[in-house]
């Protein structure tokens, strides 16, 4: 077969999501930051650390075309405003320039104290993105881990938060919407950036990210027959289930605070044809819906 699934066996429930006992080395490699990316726990978990010289950061190996992308991440605490932790899909090749590409983003915008953080989420569709939708977070991210995942298949690009659909990019390609079917790859890291998000005060650092769960449920891309990874997931998981909208449509009601439709919805297509999700509840009732921990394909699992 043109593709296969990078192991996720040996599963352990940990804090509000499962921590995977694959090393770091397995399936990721460093990728800037020098000493300030630590492997700890014989690989079981990465500490990434940002003062005022340097941040740091890793990314996969391999490059997928579908797949189930997760992360536990326990954030930085103190005054963290001015730190952005991240995780994210992207098309840019390792160490490449950013141009127009493919990219699904969990960034995690430090505040003044842990509940202040705020979850920004992008989406660039073979352009320069534009597309945020931000969140406040119901918990404290920098107690303990939780888990963050993106679902991407031929359908649809799916961002949780331990295990609650956040925001859905739907395939809307016949209405004129670029929709990933290039390669892409997962990248993690901390940085900072004063001109977005304001100044750092380095006396309250250094501050550090924890990563773990390292395994990773995709398709590998094959460049010689890159439409190989259509059947990873093929006819499953169209859309969410009943109980997955009714809980997505609260978490954005309760905690989305800011949407990019809301005031550029004529500059993007994908504004105009999306109908409120409550409206969708009931076509939806025939699909079973998808859990993004579960096997969905027991031949995809080696």
Sequence with gaps: ???????????????????????????YSPQW??????????????????DEHSGAGFHSKQDFGSGYFRMMIKLPGNHSQGIITTFYLTSIPVGGQATNHYEFDFEFLGGHNPMAYRLNTNVFANDKGHREQQFCLWFDPTADFHKYELFWNQYQIVFFID?????VFKNNTNIGVSYPSNSMHIEASIWNSTAWVGPVD???GP??????????????YNTLNPKACDNWNAGKDRKLSPDQQRRYHDARKNYMVYDYCSNNSKKFAECLSDFPVEERIEEDMNNVGFNPSSNWDENLHT
């Design 1 to 27: 077969m043109d593709y296969y699934a990078i192991s996720l066996f040996l599963i352990l429930f940990v804090a509000c999501g499962y921590a995977d006992e694959f090393p770091f080395d397995q399936n």
């Design 33 to 50: 930051g020098g000493d300030h990316l630590s492997v700890l726990d014989q690989g079981r978990v990465v500490q990434l650390l940002i």
């Design 163 to 167: 295990g609650t659909p956040i925001r």
């Design 202 to 204: 380095w006396s309250q």
């Design 207 to 220: 501050f550090i990210a924890h990563y773990q769960g390292f395994s990773i449920d995709g398709c590998k």
